[in-house]
Structure formats: C-alpha cells, structure tokens
C-alpha cells in the first residue's frame, strides 16, 4: 500500500522567498496527524499542493499513490479537503449548501440525501438541517464546513486550521468532530500546541518551510523536550517583540515563543529559579499576564525545536 500522503521534496518558492524547502512526508494509516508549527511556516502551502491547489516548484505530492499535478483527479477522488473556505451563503440552510456542493462534485442524485443526511450527524447538526445559517455561531458554520468535507465519504481529510476564529466552545466542538473522525486519516494542521495534543496520534513540525520532526507524539515529547522548566504565559493583549524581550530578560529564563497572538511560551532554568518565583517576576512586568501555567512535554519540545520566528 503506498502511503495515504506522501511529499518528496516539496519545494515552493514565491519569487525570492523559499515558503517550503525540500519537505519529505509519509503517512500512512487512520490516525489524526497534527500539522504544527509558527505562522508563516509553510503548512497551508503544502497543504494546497497536496490538494493541487497551487503547484509545487519542484518535488511531487501524492495522495494513496497518486502524483496530485499529473492526475488530480484520481488523486484526490478519495480525499477531501477545507482550506480557505468561504462563508457559506447566510440565506441557504445547511442542506441546501450541501446540497449545491453535491451537485459541483457530481455525487451520484440518488445518493444525495443520505450522504448529506450521515455528513449533519456526524457534526451534529441534524436539527439544524433546515435552519438558515445566517444565524448560527461560527462554530456552528464550521461543523457544517467540516461536514462539507464528508459528503463524499473520504478516506483522506485534510483540514488547515479548522479551529481557528472559533471561541473555546467552539473549537472544542470542532475538536470532538475531529477525533470521531480518526477511523480515517485526518491531516489537521494548527499552531495549537494543546489542540494538538489533545486530537492527534502524531505530529509533524515545520518551521521556515522545513520539516524539522514527524513522529509519535509521545516519541517527540521524549526524544526534544530538554531539561528545565516550561511554562505559558497568557496576557490580555496581543505579545509584541517589546513585551517578548522583557520577558526574555527575566533572571532564569532560557527562551521564549509565541505560541500564538496572546500567548508566550517560555523556559527556565530550574536550577536558578522555581515556577513560583517565575510567576511573581512575570507579574511584577506588569505587562497584562492573565494565564500562567505547566507546560506540556510537547510544548517542551516544540520550544527546543522552534527558534526564535515572531
Ligand atoms: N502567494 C504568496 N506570495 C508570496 N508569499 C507567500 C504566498 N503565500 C504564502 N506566502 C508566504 O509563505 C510563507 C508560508 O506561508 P503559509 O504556508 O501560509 O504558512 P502557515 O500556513 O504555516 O502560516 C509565509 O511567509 C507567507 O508569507
Ligand atoms: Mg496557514
């Protein structure tokens, strides 16, 4: 069996600039894989060369098998994707979205109702199928977006960032959409550390369009995250460079990273300082730290992997 996904090489440039340099991926199996790194990284670029969205300057994708650029159709028959949705149209209710989507990608008429029908369940919003989607919560859209993605009951899904704009409630939602999902191969990209951990078996890392890591969530946790402390920081603001050389300056701390807008994760050393007196010297920054917890040993080991990128 050749594996589900697979990327040789993968290599795509924008003029100068280098977004993705030589990334080898192989997947094979069901299992939810967690797609992880820094914003700009390079994950929705390889995403959308592996669904031929946009072409690779050099290197193949493959899906089961199958080179996306020569044949996209085979390809991509049994994968399904939702990167850059666009909104629904607020008018139409969820069946009727469905419906028209059925209808683009040519779902055989008689097979229509079920398969919209077993796509609502899954996401639970059948009691919503009628409703008009203007007024539901951006959750609620994105399970019907998600729901999108299994009318033709694939065995590839290929998510970018499905929980991202969602309120805590509704990423949760999304996250338990994802995880009745792993009897297929889910490939979810996220710069959520905790998300990841929670939904996925595996991880695979990028930063500045270089695959640094795949493996084993468990394998990467033991094999990166190094010796010291390591904790995350939440402020009520967005975490500016200023703010992130403060923090960096605190006695005893080793690195920090921006986990995303609001969030900081940093090291310490454990022989020069206790979590304790680390959160008194965070606070007496008086910079609008909010949060202040554990970090877990995949955070560890995101933080030895990922240098400095803010
Ligand atoms: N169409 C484009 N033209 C120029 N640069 C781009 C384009 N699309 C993406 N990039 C750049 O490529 C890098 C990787 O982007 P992307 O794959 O979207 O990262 P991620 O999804 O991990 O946040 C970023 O630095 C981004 O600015
Ligand atoms: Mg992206």
Redesign the pocket.
């Given at each position: 069996m050749p594996p589900s996904i697979e990327a040789q090489q993968l290599t795509k440039r924008?003029?100068q600039?280098t977004?993705?340099s030589g990334l080898d991926l192989n997947i094979h199996g069901t299992k939810c894989v967690g797609f992880l790194?820094?914003?700009?990284?390079?994950?929705?670029?390889?995403m959308k060369i592996l669904t031929g969205l946009i072409r690779a300057s050099k290197g193949t994708a493959l899906i089961n098998g199958v080179d996306v650029a020569s044949d996209k159709k085979t390809a991509l028959a049994s994968c399904a994707t939702l990167i850059e949705t666009p909104e629904i149209y607020p008018s139409l209710t969820p069946k009727e979205a469905l419906s028209m989507l059925c209808e683009i990608r040519g779902v055989p008429r008689q097979d229509r109702n079920k398969r919209i029908d077993d796509a609502l369940a899954r996401v639970k919003m059948s009691e919503w199928a009628d409703k008009k989607v203007g007024g539901f919560s951006k959750g609620m859209k994105q399970r019907v977006n998600v729901a999108s993605t299994l009318l033709s009951d694939p065995e590839v899904i290929i998510l970018?960032e499905p929980s991202s704009g969602l309120d805590p409630r509704g990423m949760s939602e999304v996250r338990d959409i994802v995880m009745s999902l792993r009897d297929r191969l889910v490939f979810m990209?996220s710069?959520l550390l905790a998300e990841v951990t929670e939904v996925c078996q595996e991880v695979a890392l990028?930063d500045h369009?270089k695959l640094l890591v795949y493996d084993t969530i468990e394998n990467v946790t033991a094999k990166f995250s190094g010796g010291g402390g390591a904790v995350e920081v939440g402020f009520a603001g967005n975490v500016d460079e200023q703010l992130r050389a403060r923090v960096s300056k605190l006695p005893g701390v080793t690195s920090t990273t921006k986990s995303n807008d609001r969030h900081l994760l940093l090291k310490y050393d454990t022989a020069v300082l206790t979590q304790d007196k680390l959160l008194e010297s965070v606070a007496g920054l008086k910079a609008g730290a909010i949060t202040f917890s554990q970090a877990s040993g995949l955070e560890d080991a995101y933080l030895s992997l990922i240098k400095e990128t803010l």
């Open positions: 924008y003029g600039f977004a993705l790194g820094p914003n700009g990284a390079g994950k929705t670029t390889t970018d990209s710069h990028i369009g």
